[in-house]
């Protein structure tokens, strides 16, 4: 059996409300087993036999569209992407000083922007580096918002994509791996 995480973008912003546990029964209708999840931004951990991804990911957007009323993006990631994420400790070198927001970007169609990594932008606001493959490693610094940063990211890298904190990452692994 393998863990996923579907991580769905712009979910509970304005008119776009889901309910967690309406969100979860979703999964579970679908028949995956061990559904939870996390916050209220759309971080969905559940197990299932198939280890096809990509077919996963056009069921879920399909049973989501069609059970909600809306389309959200989703990036799918396995147990072992997310482990191997965080073992690889993408913030070690930024200097971690009161304030800096860390996120991690998550790319269905990896990394594929036309700036060179690591960005970091002429004000200093925010920093981008690649962490590992179809994921970019953000730190935004107090001095700016994170939005500066989404703008930044959609016009580099697409819109197919999705953005948690570092914490919410962790935790995801963590359910991910039974902690």
């Not at 970007?105 to 493959?133: I, M, Q, W």
Request: with cysteine; net charge positive; hydrophobic share 40%.
């Amino acid at each position: 059996m393998t863990g996923y995480v579907a991580l769905l973008r712009g979910i509970n912003l304005g008119k776009r409300s889901v309910k967690m546990d309406a969100l979860r029964k979703l999964f579970e209708d679908m028949g995956y087993r061990d559904v939870r999840t996390l916050l209220a931004s759309g971080n969905v951990v559940f197990f299932t036999d198939s280890k096809d991804a990509k077919k996963l990911r056009r069921a879920i957007e399909a049973q989501f569209a069609e059970a909600f009323g809306f389309s959200s993006q989703i990036v799918l990631r396995n147990a072992a992407e997310i482990a191997a994420l965080v073992k690889a400790a993408p913030f070690k070198k930024v200097k971690a000083e009161e304030g800096v927001r860390m996120h991690i970007t998550f790319l269905n169609e990896g990394v594929k922007g036309k700036t060179k990594l690591p960005y970091t932008n002429p004000d200093g606001a925010y920093s981008v580096h690649a962490a590992t493959p179809g994921h970019l490693a953000c730190a935004v610094y107090p001095k700016t918002s994170s939005i500066d940063l989404m703008d930044f990211l959609g016009k580099e890298f697409g819109e197919d994509a999705t953005t948690r904190t570092w914490n919410t990452v962790q935790k995801i692994n963590d359910l991910l791996n039974g902690a």
